[in-house]
Nanobody
Framework: QVQLVESGGGLVQAGGSLRLSCAAS????????MTWYRQAPGKQREWVAV???????TYADSVKDRFTISRDNAKNTLYLHMSSLKPEDTAVYFC?????????WGQGTQVTVSS
C-alpha cells in the first residue's frame, strides 16, 4: 500500500555532501517508522538512521554527527542529509517504511564516494 522512491544519489568526492530523498505515496504522518538503510557491495545491509513518526531520531555510530534526517510533511518526503562523506559511505541507500505493521522498501539509490 506504500510506494517509496529514493533519489539524490550520485558520485561525490570525499568530504563532500549529498541529500537523499525518499518520497512516500501516503501521508508520511501515517507511517509508523521510516528508516534509512545502506548496503555496500559484499557487505551486510545495515541501518543508518531511524525516524519514528513520534519519537527521537536514532543514528548509527558510523554516521553520527555527519548525517541528519529531516522530514517534509507537505511533500510526504524523508531526507537524509550527508556531509563529510567518506569512501566507506559508498553503498546503495534504501528507504524503509513501517506502515500498519508491514514493511515497505524503495528501490534504492547509489552513493559513491571517491578518495
Amino acid at each position: 500500500q506504500v510506494q517509496l522512491v529514493e533519489s539524490g544519489g550520485g558520485l561525490v568526492q570525499a568530504g563532500g555532501s549529498l541529500r537523499l530523498s525518499c518520497a512516500a505515496s501516503v501521508d508520511i504522518l501515517s507511517i509508523n517508522t521510516m528508516t534509512w538503510y545502506r548496503q555496500a557491495p559484499g557487505k551486510q545491509r545495515e541501518w543508518v538512521a531511524v525516524r519514528p513518526n513520534v519519537g527521537r531520531i536514532t543514528y548509527a555510530d558510523s554516521v553520527k554527527d555527519r548525517f541528519t534526517i529531516s522530514r517534509d510533511n507537505a511533500k510526504n518526503t524523508l531526507y537524509l542529509h550527508m556531509s563529510s562523506l567518506k569512501p566507506e559511505d559508498t553503498a546503495v541507500y534504501f528507504c524503509k517504511a513501517q506502515y500498519n505493521w508491514r514493511d515497505y522498501w524503495g528501490q534504492g539509490t547509489q552513493v559513491t564516494v571517491s578518495s
